[in-house]
């Protein structure tokens, strides 16, 4: 009677399991003919499975272990998950996991993503690979993952060297998140636009070394891969977003690590904390930003050897930018160069500027409106610039070397107190 019993009972839990899975909506490709020996194009079987999971009230589409060869778009529909095996962070593991080798998108820019994630849908745990991208004879793609509507999210996955990673503009969105994502991108990083509640990017890494130890074939010579990026990626880009949350992220060898600009639907304002843009051309260029402003927190910003200034605040600029406790060093011989009708204020900020060019201002002012307090000056070199177009200026409890040197041509209110020279 014991036996039978557990014999019922193990019949039953077996049952509910079977239950469970069921109740996942778990679906695998290759119940639609995905072979996964990256050869044959898979793209229309694991599109059969994105389809019937989002006929099926959502779920989740697996990809194993293997190589899928993407030759079409894929379109994940809204509530579904198409998740590969990776749990973790995975750098030159184009034998191991789940890789999508991209084909998709070639030679068409501005086309559809070669995946495209709608609303409360998800693409995790990925490898993407172009297997044709070659540097130099650079070949334009569209976005790797392109995503619309409201809490699309790009979780743990690998961008190795997507010509366009992650597009959350193209198309309106809200509260999208970006988490856990590394790679190699060529022109752009991550594209934010549209966005009208509250995106989040988190945890988010370029550098070259994602391609170059690839163990791929095609991998670029490192010298040449990190001329192209500093001449054409904008690793992070942001138009309208409104109360953008950007945490802990990280580019190496961009041409601009982190640009804000007005696009057809406006400009950007957010919490920016922990961003890191290190070997840039520009490491912030700020073209425009909304009135509540740019709020960046422990930065750590390097230029290059090949340019002049680690910040840009352009013409065209008339809102906030706010620094507080955010460290500058290199090569370059200017920390910023300012312009435009809007405010900028640097709190708690370290500045190492040691490119060759002595005569070149620390921080220059050509106009708007300036605040720099507590900051650390630590390189002897002319410190800061007020043009005649500053129209006010507070400038206090800053620490100097060896000499402070204020060159003031501005006509408007500036104050200045309580500075100290370390000799």
């Not at 998740?83 to 184009?94: D, R």
């Not at 696009?263 to 260029?285: E, K, Q, S, V, Y």
């Not at 921080?363 to 070199?381: E, M, P, T, V, W």
Request: charged share 15%; aromatic share 8%.
């Amino acid at each position: 009677m014991r036996n039978q019993t557990n014999l019922t009972l193990s019949a039953a839990i077996a049952g509910i399991a079977l239950v469970a899975t069921s109740a996942s909506g778990a679906v695998s490709p290759r119940e639609y003919g995905a072979k996964g020996d990256g050869v044959a194009d898979d793209s229309a079987a694991i599109q059969q499975a994105l389809d019937h999971a989002g006929a099926n009230r959502g779920g989740i589409v697996e990809l194993e272990a293997a190589k899928y060869r993407i030759d079409k778009p894929l379109n994940v529909p809204q509530g579904v998950t198409l998740a590969g095996v990776w749990q973790a962070p995975h750098h030159a593991q184009l034998a191991n996991g789940t890789v999508l080798l991209i084909h998709a998108g070639k030679n068409d820019e501005k086309g559809p993503g070669a995946v495209t994630i709608n609303a409360s849908s998800a693409v995790k745990g990925i490898t993407f690979f172009y297997p044709e991208q070659r540097v130099p004879g650079t070949l334009a793609y569209s976005y790797t993952v392109q995503g619309k509507g409201m809490h699309g999210s790009v979780l743990d996955c690998t961008f190795v060297n997507s010509y366009q990673a992650i597009d959350f503009g193209t198309y309106a969105n809200e509260l999208h998140l970006i988490r856990n994502c590394f790679g190699c991108p060529l022109k752009v990083g991550v594209h934010i636009d549209k966005c009208t509640d509250i995106g989040r990017i988190e945890n988010v890494h370029f550098n070259p070394h994602y391609w170059a130890r690839a163990g791929s074939e095609g991998v670029p010579d490192g010298g040449v891969l990190i001329k192209y990026l500093g001449e054409n990626l904008v690793a992070f880009e942001f138009a309208r977003t409104d109360w953008e949350y950007v945490l802990n992220t990280f580019v190496f060898g961009a041409k601009v690590g982190y640009r804000f600009y007005r696009g057809p639907n406006g400009a950007a304002n957010g919490n920016f904390l922990g961003l890191g843009a290190d070997w840039c051309g520009r490491a912030i260029h700020v073209e425009q930003c909304q009135p509540p402003g740019l709020l960046i927190t422990n930065g750590e910003f390097v230029g290059n050897d090949k340019t002049d200034i680690f910040m840009e605040i352009a013409a065209t600029h008339d809102g906030v930018v706010q620094l507080g406790n955010c460290s500058f060093w290199g090569p370059a011989s200017q920390i910023a160069r300012i312009a435009g009708k809007g405010s900028v204020s640097f709190s708690q900020c370290t500045f190492l500027n040691q490119g060759h060019d002595l005569a070149a201002y620390t921080i220059d002012a050509l106009s708007g409106d300036l605040n720099i307090s507590n900051c650390r000056f630590g390189i002897a070199k002319p410190d800061i610039r007020l043009g005649q177009g500053v129209t006010t200026a507070v400038i206090s409890g800053n620490r100097f070397y060896k000499a402070k040197r204020i060159t003031n041509e501005s006509t408007g209110d500036v104050q200045e107190g309580l500075n100290v020279v370390r000799k």
